[in-house]
Each structure stands twice: as C-alpha cells, then as structure tokens.
C-alpha cells in the first residue's frame, strides 16, 4: 500500500513511501487487541486499595449481645462487620494487577491495530522535521496544516526529539512517542496516525524481521 509523503506545511512533496503489507495489511485479530490493550491498562493500576478487616480495627472484644434469644442476628465485639465502625469483609488488599502476555501475542497485536488505522485511511506520513525551540503554536499549525485539528492524535517519532515532546505537550488529545515505544493501546485510541519518513523505516526494520 502506497501512501504521499507531507512535509509540515501540509502540501504533498511528490514522494511516496510503501506501508508494509506484513505490518499494515494484516487481517486483524480482534481478541489480541483485546488482551494487549486489557495489558496495558492493568499495568496502569497501582493496587495499593486496601480497607481494614475486623483483625486491625482497635475496640475491645467483648461479646456485645448474648448467642441466642435477642431476635436479631447473632454478632460478637464491636470490631463485627455488621456493626458501623467495623472491620470490613473481603475488602480490597494490595495486589499486583499486571499479567503476561507472549512477545508474539504482542507483535500481532500492534500489527493488528496499526492494519485497522491503514485501512481506516488514518495514517499520515511526513517528512522529518524538528522545531527550533519548543513552541505550542508550531505544533498547532502543523495540525492544521495536515487537517487534523482537533483529532485525537498520535505523533510517532524515530527518536526522542524534546522541541517537538514539549510543543505538544500542554495540546489535548496529542500523544509524541517514538517508534521503539509503540504499543497497541496508544495506536486504538488515537484518531490519526502522523508517522515521520524514518519512523516508518524503524518500525519496517524492526517489526520485519
């Protein structure tokens, strides 16, 4: 698949570059997205949630109520989950939420994902390109210039470039990684896929191989 080069004015500069069809026209697999996505979102939890159960509430152990003959439900001290103030029954502890997934479960992942935003028509490739200094109203016009303004968007890099992270840093809906840091998650969420001439090159020679 055969896609025009742009450079930062959004005008086409006659080149043309081939996505791969080993990358980007692959039928996708739905439930491998699935699984790296669920990933990468329980990587994000912290799993520090934590209440106390009746062991570490402070109050006296004394029996409240007798067993038997109250009418009502038979409860202990006053640290009993059924009382206000008590401990609380199966309550949330510190836990680890992240799970493993083969290398390879990944790589289709990714390659799924980036073959839905090829067919979708949502990948842009651009020429190289670096700011002076880092300014938000660059970025801005570059979104403009490529008619993606306001899209939630996905700028890939081939390395880290600080100008161009700080410029888009303080824009909504605008993520900058590099190709090396791609994942499945970052590519379904984004609208629009801006990827530079030799990020494309890095990620062919890497996913490639």
Same mark, same amino acid.
């Given at each position: 698949?055969?896609?025009?080069?742009?450079?930062?004015?959004?005008?086409?500069?006659?080149?043309?570059?081939?996505?791969?069809?080993?990358?980007?026209?692959?039928?996708? #697999?739905?439930? !491998?997205?699935? &699984? *790296?996505? /669920?990933?990468? =979102?329980?990587?994000?939890? $912290?799993?520090? +949630?934590?209440?106390?159960?009746?062991?570490?509430?402070?109050?006296?152990?004394?029996?409240?109520?007798?067993?038997?003959?109250?009418?009502?439900?038979?409860?202990?001290?006053?640290?009993?989950?059924?009382?206000?103030?008590?401990?609380?029954?199966?309550?949330?502890?510190?836990?680890?939420?992240?799970?493993?997934? #083969?290398?390879? !479960?990944?790589? &289709? *992942?990714? /390659?799924?994902? =980036?073959?839905?935003?090829? $067919?979708?028509? +949502?990948?842009?490739?651009?020429?190289?390109?670096?700011?002076?200094?880092?300014?938000?109203?660059?970025?801005?016009?570059?979104?403009?210039?490529?008619?993606?303004?306001?899209?939630?968007?996905?700028?890939?890099?081939?390395?880290?470039?600080?100008?161009?992270?700080?410029?888009?840093?303080?824009?909504?809906?605008? #993520?900058?990684?590099?190709?090396?840091?791609?994942?499945?998650?970052?590519?379904?969420?984004?609208?629009?896929?801006?990827?530079?001439?030799?990020?494309?090159?890095?990620?062919?020679?890497?996913?490639?191989?």
């Amino acid at each position: 698949m055969e896609v025009s080069v742009f450079n930062i004015k959004g005008e086409d500069t006659g080149k043309k570059v081939e996505l791969s069809d080993s990358i980007f026209g692959i039928e996708p #697999n739905d439930h !491998v997205i699935y &699984l *790296a996505v /669920k990933q990468f =979102l329980a990587d994000q939890r $912290q799993g520090t +949630a934590k209440s106390k159960e009746r062991s570490e509430i402070s109050g006296s152990t004394r029996k409240l109520i007798r067993q038997k003959g109250s009418g009502g439900a038979r409860r202990g001290d006053i640290k009993s989950p059924l009382l206000r103030g008590g401990g609380r029954v199966f309550g949330p502890r510190p836990r680890n939420y992240s799970f493993k997934l #083969n290398k390879k !479960v990944k790589d &289709l *992942a990714r /390659k799924s994902a =980036l073959s839905y935003k090829a $067919q979708q028509d +949502a990948i842009i490739v651009v020429e190289d390109f670096d700011f002076e200094a880092p300014k938000t109203k660059e970025f801005k016009n570059l979104q403009k210039n490529l008619k993606i303004d306001g899209k939630k968007l996905l700028l890939v890099l081939p390395n880290v470039n600080k100008n161009v992270y700080l410029s888009a840093r303080n824009i909504q809906r605008v #993520n900058v990684m590099t190709a090396n840091e791609l994942n499945t998650y970052r590519v379904m969420n984004a609208n629009v896929l801006v990827v530079t001439e030799n990020a494309l090159s890095l990620v062919d020679s890497t996913w490639n191989k």
